[in-house]
């Protein structure tokens, strides 16, 4: 396998292309693994290029991983949520994910967040869980075919009395402090 390069830089509206094939490839080849065919193309379908620079517009930070000149995965956070992390199944298991996991969990926490959280669908509840987020409940979520799928909300608690307040440390910090959010938070 030939080495991974990475680099990360804020979306553009011209990667609207590219991160709807990746959206779409990472839907349709690893949701199956947890939904069925039929829910996983509902939960993909009337995905559009421009709606990433939509998102983008509406607050919504999207940070992509380009390995080769080729968006291979993208990060999206609004607030104190992760709104998407989608990798290509082609470059899963080389560590994309969880790259851009820690570089928005870092940026949660720089900006003062005391919690990260996310809807999960079934297939990335294991990942989640590996960064210490916590399952609060179960749920269906509508797709935007119509279907309807079963999600996880999950929390992760960020920071704590002996955090740093500022600077390069607190991403650092983060990394070897990171706590499930107990459910009555």
């Known amino acids: 396998m030939a080495e991974l390069s ?3 830089r804020w979306m553009t509206p011209e990667d609207g292309d590219g991160l709807l094939r ?5 839907i349709l080849l690893d ?9 996983a193309h509902s939960w993909a379908e009337g995905l559009r290029p421009e709606g990433y620079a939509e998102a983008a517009a509406n607050g ?6 380009q390995a080769w000149g080729a968006v291979v995965g993208f990060c999206g956070i609004r607030g104190e949520r992760i709104k ?7 470059f899963t298991g080389r560590g994309i994910a969880s790259g851009l ?10 900006r003062g967040h005391g919690a990260a959280k996310v809807t999960a669908a079934l297939s990335g509840v294991p990942f989640y869980e590996a960064f210490g987020f916590q ?8 797709t935007r075919g119509g279907c309807e799928m079963k999600v996880v909300e999950m929390a992760l608690e960020l920071g704590g009395e002996d955090a740093p307040t500022a600077g390069p440390s607190q991403a650092a910090w ?12």
């Open 101 to 110: 996991m820690r570089r928005a969990l870092g940026r949660l926490l720089a």
């Open 6 to 8: 990475l680099t990360y």
């Open 22 to 26: 990746l959206h779409r490839r990472a």
């Open 84 to 90: 998407g992390l989608y990798v290509d199944p082609a």
């Open 31 to 39: 949701a199956v693994r947890a939904y069925s065919p039929a829910i």
């Open 135 to 142: 399952a609060l409940q179960t749920q269906l979520h509508p």
């Open 174 to 185: 983060a990394m070897t402090r990171l706590r499930p959010v107990s459910l009555a938070s």
């Open 60 to 65: 919504e930070e999207i940070e992509v991983a």
